[in-house]
C-alpha cells in the first residue's frame, strides 16, 4: 500500500463506511517511548485511516497520542479517521458499559468511537486479564449488555456498535432482541478457519465480517502455522509472492472476506492479482 493506494470501503447496516483494511495495534509495545507512534504516524502517510484496538490492550493511551499528533500536524482529521475499540469482557453489566466507552475516548482523546464492540461473548470477573481461568467466568447476559450498548450508539458515543467472537447461535440470540443490530462480527479469519458457515449466516443478516489476525498470529498461544502452510507456500512461490501476500489476496478479489484488521507489514501486501483454477 502506498499513499496513491484507494482503500476500499465496506457500508455498515448503520450507514458508516468503513475502510476495508485497518491496523491492528494488540500486543504492542505501550510504553512511553512507545513505538507505536511512530508506526501509526507512518501508516497514516501510506494510506491506512482504519485503526483497531480494544480495552484489554492497553494501547489505546499511546495510539491516541499518535492519533492527536497526525490531527494537529494535519496529517489526517477526525472524520478521515475510523477508530474501533472493544468492551472488556469485565465490563459486561450494563450499568459499566457506557462508563467503560467513556475511559476508553478518555485514553484516545476522541469524542466518539466509530465502531466499538463487545470483546468476546463470555462474560467475566472484575479485574480479570487474558487468558481467563475457567473459575474468572460469570454467567452471560448478552441481552443487558447490548441495551447498553446501545444507548452508547444512541448517545452518538458510538457511530456503529458491534461484537466479536461470536457464533451464528449467539448472534441469533442476539438479534431476536436487538434494537439496533450489530453492525460487524470480528473474528478470526484466515485460510486455515475461512469461517464459511458465519460468512454466510452474517450475510443473509446484514452483519459485516472482519478478521483478525489475517496471518493467523504466528507465534502466539493462539495463533496457527498459516504462514508456513504447504498449500500456501506452493502458491506462493509459484506466484513469487510471500505467505503474507498469500493469505491477504481475498481483501483485494474475494469482498465477501470483508476487511482485514491485522498487524502486518504495511507494504506490498495487496495489489496483485491470484486465479483460481
Ligand atoms: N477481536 C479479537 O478477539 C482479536 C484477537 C486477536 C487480534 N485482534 C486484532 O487483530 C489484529 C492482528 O492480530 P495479530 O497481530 O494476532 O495477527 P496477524 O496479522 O495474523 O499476525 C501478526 C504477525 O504476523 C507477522 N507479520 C506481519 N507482516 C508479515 C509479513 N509481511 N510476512 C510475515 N509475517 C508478517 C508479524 O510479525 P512482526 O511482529 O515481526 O511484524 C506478527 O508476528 C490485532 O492487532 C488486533 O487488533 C482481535
Not at 491506512?48 to 496529517?75: N, Q, R, W
Not at 467466568?137 to 441495551?147: A, C, E, F, N
Request: proline fraction near 5%.
Amino acid at each position: 500500500m502506498n499513499s496513491s493506494t484507494e482503500v476500499p470501503s465496506f457500508k455498515l447496516n448503520s450507514g458508516t463506511l468503513m475502510p476495508a483494511i485497518g491496523l491492528g495495534v494488540a500486543n504492542a509495545d505501550n510504553s512511553p517511548d512507545s513505538k507505536i507512534t511512530a508506526a501509526v504516524l507512518h501508516a497514516i502517510e501510506v494510506g491506512y485511516s482504519h485503526f483497531d484496538t480494544a480495552s484489554i490492550y492497553g494501547t489505546e493511551c499511546v495510539l491516541g497520542d499518535a492519533l492527536f499528533k497526525a490531527i494537529s500536524m494535519g496529517v489526517t482529521s477526525r472524520q478521515d479517521l475510523f477508530i474501533t475499540s472493544k468492551l472488556w469482557s469485565d465490563s459486561h453489566d450494563p450499568e459499566n458499559v457506557v462508563s467503560a466507552l467513556q475511559q476508553t475516548l478518555t485514553n484516545l482523546k476522541l469524542d466518539y468511537l466509530d465502531l466499538y464492540l463487545i470483546h468476546s461473548p463470555m462474560k467475566l470477573k472484575k479485574g480479570t486479564r487474558q487468558p481467563a481461568k475457567a473459575e474468572d467466568v460469570l454467567p452471560s447476559d448478552i441481552k443487558g449488555t447490548w441495551s447498553a450498548m446501545e444507548t452508547c450508539f444512541e448517545r452518538g458515543l458510538a457511530k456503529s456498535i458491534g461484537v466479536s467472537n461470536f457464533t451464528v447461535k449467539e448472534l441469533a440470540q442476539l438479534l431476536a432482541h436487538a434494537r439496533v443490530p450489530p453492525a460487524v462480527n470480528q473474528v478470526e479469519m484466515h485460510p486455515l478457519w475461512q469461517q464459511k458457515k458465519l460468512r454466510k449466516f452474517c450475510n443473509g443478516v446484514g452483519i459485516h465480517v472482519t478478521a483478525w489476525s489475517p496471518l493467523g498470529a504466528p507465534g502466539t498461544y493462539y495463533g496457527t502455522d498459516a504462514l508456513t502452510n504447504p498449500v500456501i507456500k506452493s502458491i506462493s512461490s509459484k506466484h513469487n509472492k510471500s505467505p503474507a501476500q498469500v493469505e491477504m489476496h481475498p481483501v483485494w478479489q474475494q469482498k465477501k472476506l470483508r476487511k482485514f484488521c491485522n498487524g502486518v507489514g504495511i507494504h506490498g501486501l495487496y495489489r496483485w492479482e491470484l486465479r483460481s483454477k
